[in-house]
């Protein structure tokens, strides 16, 4: 984890170029820094790996003040990719990837196989593009191999200072895809520097969005694209992208508000009865304090029904997946398709149930607010 505490960054000129830096980069996420020219996101990167040091505050990683490490040490242990790429157009492609790891004494086997599990891993073929140089690749085909090379030692965080903004759109957006792939697969902690809000939103866990060295708002993508702050962030996010968020409905708008719930220490011929008078095959359990334990269908009570001593508790299930109040429809409908599931419960921070949402819900609401689909028109 990366912690900056009161970070103050004046030059020698006098200008301030950051102003009270408090943020939290967490492990294994992207934190996407962003902002106009001039606003402070490069200076904060450069701060991670001592390319520069505060005038005053703290960079914590994992707790420890990195003005206590040697910088050099540090940079071995952090990725880092920049936009021009960077690299040396007198070695091959497997030696670029192998600075560092070479620099850390590994041995010769351990980093020939090291650079073929990242050749695969960014997608180029190992036997293809192992001995070319970089002159013989694309800009899309180097950026791969700067993102492999800053992965070579295995860095628990890498940096990346507006890495694809020299490529052309189509090679931009397949690289941010191969990110965001990459990223489920090595789970490190990325600290982004861009310019552009949609590469932000795409790619980001976190977005800090930053104005004359300071920070004007920091969260999840959809919580400003939701809640910005002030007119600066509506202005930066571009009114169009917000009017496609306020057209998008959430969950709390979309779901069953009281679905019918049993809890745990019911007996098998009540939860019966409850699914006969609501006319429902399946339970949500909840227990008391209306926190969310799983479910129970009427396959389930069959199959046990005949074991009088036998309750809701022994034979319920946790649900796979459950979204909260804010979650846009359009995500819930890619987690009913992905897995197949038939029911997604809403629930709160604290994993209080709050509402149902089921396939049905789903078709109902669209054919309130279109109503040609409902009646099957196109």
């Given amino acids: 984890m990366i912690t900056l505490k009161n970070v103050y960054k004046q030059y020698d000129d006098g200008f301030e170029a950051l102003k009270n830096i408090n943020l939290t980069c967490e492990d294994g996420e992207i934190t996407v820094l962003i902002g106009p020219s001039g606003c402070g996101k490069t200076t904060t990167l450069r701060l991670l790996n001592r390319l520069i040091n505060p005038t005053k505050g703290k960079v914590l990683i994992d707790d420890k003040d990195i003005s206590e490490i040697n910088p050099v040490t540090l940079r071995r242990s952090i990725g880092y990719v920049i936009q021009h790429i960077g690299l040396f157009p007198h070695m091959t492609i497997a030696s670029n990837i192998g600075v560092v790891p070479r620099l850390l004494k590994w041995d010769k086997q351990s980093i020939t196989k090291r650079v073929d599990e990242l050749l695969d891993l960014v997608g180029l073929e190992p036997e293809t593009y192992r001995s070319r140089y970089p002159s013989e690749l694309s800009g899309g085909q180097q950026q791969r191999i700067g993102v492999a090379r800053a ?195 809403v629930i709160t921070d604290d994993n209080k149930l709050i509402g149902l949402i089921t396939r049905g819900t789903i078709v109902g609401y669209l054919g309130d607010v279109y109503p040609s689909v409902g009646n099957g028109g196109v």
Avoid: C, W
């Fill in 151 to 345: 992965l070579a030692a295995e860095p628990s965080i890498i940096l990346m200072d507006e890495p694809f903004s020299a490529l052309d759109p189509i090679s931009r957006e397949q690289l941010q895809d191969e990110l965001v792939r990459l990223q489920k697969e090595i789970k490190k902690s990325i600290v982004f520097v861009t310019h552009d809000m949609d590469e932000a939103l795409k790619i980001a866990d976190k977005i800090i969005l930053m104005k004359d060295g300071e920070i004007v708002q920091q969260g999840k993508p959809e919580e400003l694209l939701r809640r910005p702050a002030n007119d600066f962030v509506k202005n930066f996010i571009g009114q169009k992208r917000l009017e496609k968020v306020e057209e998008i409905p959430v969950a709390k708008e979309v779901m069953i508000r009281k679905p019918v719930t049993t809890y745990p220490r019911r007996g098998l011929a009540e939860a019966m009865n409850a699914m006969e008078k609501k006319q429902v095959d399946t339970l949500v359990v909840i227990d008391e304090e209306h926190q969310l334990k799983g479910y129970v269908s009427i396959y389930d009570v069959l199959r046990e029904y005949q074991d009088e001593n036998k309750r809701v508790d022994d034979i319920y299930q946790p649900f796979e997946h459950t979204i909260g109040p804010e979650t846009l429809l359009s995500d819930a409908v890619v987690i009913f398709n992905e897995s197949k599931t038939g029911y997604l419960p």
